[in-house]
């Protein structure tokens, strides 16, 4: 009888999806800085052959939805975890703080849930893989998260 149990739970077990961590507002979130919803239906597709699970490292980190938009002032996520550059607001406010937080509380979620791949969204300050944006311009760059995720050797990928 414990044969057929243990059979049972390994089959069950191999029916379990994959888990990706997943931007939060490609999956139609209400999360973005502006409020906007948008959804990615490539994402959404792949909710058929993975356990996807929502993240916004900046809700995360204690900011609301709406909320000014951020830039990193100088450099990338990089520059901003070593403390050599800082996040403001278009108000001015410093958002350092919550930012770094919400990079931080992502990386634990993906350390408990063992997930080893990552989508996120692309040219944000807090998820941009290989770019952000400054001044309205498209840079060279990674978002926090997105740095603090590949200095862990996660596989990251990014989507509009």
Same mark, same amino acid.
């Given at each position: 009888?414990?044969?057929?149990?243990?059979?049972?739970?390994?089959? *069950?077990?191999?029916?379990?999806?994959?888990?990706? +961590?997943?931007?939060?507002? @490609? #999956?139609?979130?209400?999360?973005?800085?502006?409020?906007?919803?948008?959804?990615?239906?490539?994402?959404?597709? !792949?909710? =058929?052959?993975?356990? @996807?699970?929502?993240?916004?490292?900046?809700? !995360?980190?204690?900011? $609301?939805?709406?909320? $000014?938009?951020?830039?990193?002032? &100088?450099?990338?996520?990089?520059?901003? !975890?070593?403390?050599? &550059?800082? +996040?403001?607001?278009?108000?001015?406010?410093?958002?350092?703080?919550?930012? +770094? =937080?919400?990079? =931080?509380?992502? #990386?634990?979620?993906?350390?408990?849930?063992?997930?080893?791949?990552?989508? #996120?969204?692309?040219?944000?300050?807090?998820?941009?893989?290989?770019?952000?944006?400054?001044?309205?311009?498209? +840079?060279?760059?990674?978002?926090?998260?997105?740095?603090? @995720?590949?200095?862990? @050797? #996660?596989?990251?990928? =990014?989507? *509009?």
């Amino acid at each position: 009888m414990t044969d057929k149990i243990n059979k049972k739970e390994k089959i *069950e077990k191999s029916k379990k999806k994959e888990k990706i +961590i997943v931007s939060a507002c @490609l #999956l139609g979130e209400k999360c973005r800085y502006d409020g906007i919803v948008i959804e990615n239906s490539e994402i959404n597709k !792949l909710a =058929e052959k993975f356990e @996807l699970i929502p993240v916004c490292p900046e809700v !995360l980190g204690g900011l $609301p939805v709406p909320r $000014p938009p951020a830039e990193i002032e &100088s450099g990338d996520g990089n520059t901003v !975890l070593d403390r050599k &550059s800082k +996040i403001f607001d278009n108000l001015g406010k410093d958002v350092t703080a919550n930012f +770094i =937080e919400g990079a =931080e509380k992502t #990386l634990q979620i993906i350390q408990k849930h063992k997930v080893q791949r990552v989508i #996120l969204k692309s040219k944000s300050p807090s998820c941009g893989l290989n770019n952000i944006i400054r001044k309205g311009i498209k +840079i060279k760059g990674s978002g926090v998260t997105a740095a603090l @995720l590949l200095q862990n @050797l #996660l596989f990251l990928e =990014e989507f *509009e």
